[in-house]
């Protein structure tokens, strides 16, 4: 059963605190995502990653980093958490090949006080 | 400006009922299109993919059009249960990279 796996699914943060959310997927997959989704605004991607230690710019990278040291681990980081970042996250993969279907994670909910 | 649009007003329709949802595009000439399925709290999980030369594809009570002409994909639950009631996605990639774009989703509900 093929899988994606994000660290947390709820998380409670201050207000400048960094923050680091977990994923991992068990399909050998190239290409690694991370969104975030807000009522009213939708699925918004944040950062994706080719390949290890590749990574570009979605349409929202402001105020994240991300790292990807192994083919399975695609980590986002808020370096200095704002209350404008509580959202929902959400982390995804595909395969090779233009066309793959995504595969998520169950989400991490993150409220910044 | 690229846009990907769901109406954002939740569907509720009766049990046994086919329910239609619409996912309209500008700006974009996609090779393909996707529709997910997500429950409240969860991460969306994938239902269909249709290619452009593909006006319809089936699975099982789904079924998806694609009409390139009018930029805009159909989704259709036959036979509609209380368990089909979650938010459905659509996502296009546009012409840049591996990016894929989503809409905003369009809730359903399913009344018994």
């Known amino acids: 059963d093929v899988k994606v796996t994000q660290s947390s699914r709820y998380l409670v943060k201050r207000t400048g605190e960094k923050v680091f959310l977990e994923c991992v997927q068990d399909?050998?997959?190239?290409?690694m995502f991370w969104y975030r989704q807000d009522p009213g605004l939708g699925l918004r991607l944040i950062y994706f990653?080719?390949?290890?230690?590749?990574?570009e710019k979605g349409d929202i990278p402001e105020g994240y980093s991300v790292s990807r040291e192994k083919k399975e681990r695609f980590s986002l980081i808020l370096e200095s958490a704002s209350t404008n970042q509580t959202s929902m996250y959400l982390c995804?993969?595909?395969?090779?090949?233009?066309?793959?279907?995504?595969?998520f994670g169950e989400g991490s909910r993150l409220t910044v006080l | 400006s690229q846009k990907i649009e769901q109406n954002s007003e939740a569907l509720n329709i009766q049990e046994g009922k086919t329910a239609t949802l619409t996912c309209n595009y500008t700006?974009?000439?996609?090779?393909?299109l996707q529709w997910y399925r997500q429950d409240p709290g969860r991460g969306p999980v994938f239902l269909l993919l249709?290619?452009?030369?593909?006006k319809e594809k089936r699975k099982e009570r789904l079924k998806v059009t694609f009409d390139t002409t009018l930029k805009q994909s159909l989704f259709h639950i036959t036979a509609s249960q209380p368990a089909d009631s979650a938010t459905y996605l659509c996502?296009?990639?546009?012409?840049?990279?591996?990016?894929?774009?989503f809409g905003g989703g369009t809730r359903l509900m399913v009344k018994p």
């Open positions: 399909m050998d997959h190239e290409n």
């Open positions: 996502a296009l990639r546009g012409d840049a990279g591996n990016m894929l774009t």
């Open positions: 995804a993969s595909h395969g090779a090949g233009v066309h793959g279907e995504l595969f």
């Open positions: 990653s080719y390949d290890v230690k590749m990574k």
């Open positions: 700006n974009y000439s996609p090779a393909y």
């Open positions: 249709i290619r452009e030369n593909e």
